[in-house]
């Protein structure tokens, strides 16, 4: 089946840094979303993508759908502590909101020192 | 949020036992799914649904089924539980039209010993 690579696989960090994450797939999806999970919680929508080339932003977050339809980054500016968690990019063939249902990557756990 | 409701929020069963996890929407959307997700996998999908009665497999579907009867309820059931079922699963649900994605439960917490 399809995969989505996603790295890097976990983040140390110093408050008030920007973290830059991605996602890379063999496959062409035509939907990127970004969710971040909190534990004990289900997965929370950030950002969602539907054009190639397409560059989001949702405050201190910014997504891009890649060109080649092949990949995503997420970057978040000025990390705080509530943005711990880990972040998953996932895809989807359909246009939509992914009404075949989404191939998610293995997430990006992020951490931040004080 | 979307609405979902997932029950039981943790369950402990034997090897062999039925289990049934349930997912309730509140928005009436159209779509709904079951992912699980292990450490080291992310999130896989496991069947969905396009409409009453309109199932489909997903991903990783073996050893599991999934009902629909009402627009609002999303069954699934493993006949026969396995440890390798032990695992945390999500619901969600959607429109299917773009610019609306999927949104999740909090999710179901199942071991199987």
């Known amino acids: 089946g399809q995969q989505l690579n996603q790295s890097p696989q976990s983040m140390f960090i110093q408050e008030g840094e920007d973290v830059s994450m991605n996602c890379t797939s063999s496959s062409i999806f035509n939907t990127w979303l970004w969710y971040k999970q909190d534990p004990g919680e289900g997965p929370v929508l950030l950002i969602a993508?539907?054009?190639?080339?397409e560059l989001t932003s949702n405050g201190r977050l910014t997504a891009q759908f890649g060109i080649t339809r092949k990949d995503s980054f997420l970057n978040i500016s000025a990390s705080i502590p509530s943005d711990v968690g880990i972040y998953f990019c996932a895809g989807s063939m359909y246009s939509g909101g992914g009404a075949d249902g989404l191939t998610f990557g293995k997430g990006t756990h992020l951490i931040i020192q004080p | 949020d979307a609405g979902i409701t997932q029950s039981p929020r943790h369950k402990v069963t034997e090897t062999g036992t039925p289990v049934t996890l349930r997912c309730h929407q509140t928005e009436n959307h159209r779509y709904m799914y079951w992912y699980r997700q292990d450490p080291g996998h992310g999130l896989r999908l496991i069947h969905y649904?396009?409409?009453?009665?309109?199932?489909d497999k997903g991903e990783v579907s073996d050893g599991y089924s999934v009902s629909r009867s009402k627009t609002e309820d999303f069954l699934l059931t493993l006949e026969s539980a396995t440890s390798s079922q032990t695992s945390v699963y999500f619901c969600a649900s959607g429109t299917g039209v773009p610019n609306q994605p999927q949104h999740f439960g909090d999710g179901t917490r199942l071991s199987i010993l």
């Open positions: 649904s396009y409409g009453v009665k309109d199932t």
């Open positions: 993508l539907y054009k190639a080339g």
